[in-house]
């Protein structure tokens, strides 16, 4: 018997912006591109986060922190907290883990993420039982993020 994946659905869009970090002796731009050695066991970094989302499913604003642990040049584990406020005014809570890549020679970073989302909002209720999946790219020249995020 063969089973075939389920068909992947866009829930939204987002367009984040990087509006900070907390270093802990490297910078996340330091350490994703090698100008500074990453000790044995990482560094992380935080990276809080603000901007929009829009879709088919969700919109609204997206404010979160990504909890960033970077193990090497060019690649990270993500670890993120946030919160999704519709534009209705109903709130949504993000979390996230997934991978960050480098592409050599660029200032890009390719994020692939497992999302869930939580909400006691009657109207928004259907998030909690969804496993939610995001890609996308952050450019260390600006702090634009930009991702996709599917519903199975």
């Not at 984040?16 to 970094?45: H, Y």
């Not at 603000?50 to 609204?60: D, H, R, V, Y």
């Not at 979160?64 to 919160?83: A, E, N, Q, R, W």
Request: hydrophobic share 35%; aromatic share 6%; with cysteine.
């Amino acid at each position: 018997m063969s089973e075939t994946m389920p068909v992947q659905k866009l829930a939204y869009e987002a367009t984040l912006q990087i509006t900070g970090e907390t270093n802990f002796g490297i910078s996340m731009e330091e350490a994703m591109t090698g100008a500074k050695a990453i000790p044995p066991g990482g560094v992380r970094v935080d990276v809080p986060f603000q901007g929009e989302i829009t879709g088919p499913k969700l919109n609204g604003k997206l404010a979160g922190t990504d909890y960033l642990v970077l193990d090497s040049p060019g690649t990270g584990k993500l670890h993120v907290h946030g919160v999704i406020t519709t534009g209705d005014g109903e709130r949504i809570a993000l979390s996230g883990d997934g991978c960050a890549n480098m592409e050599p020679g660029t200032p890009f970073s390719h994020l692939r993420e497992n999302v869930r989302l939580d909400t006691a909002s009657d109207k928004y209720a259907w998030v909690n039982d969804r496993q939610f999946w995001s890609t996308g790219q952050v450019d260390l020249s600006n702090g634009k993020i930009t991702l996709k995020t599917y519903l199975a």
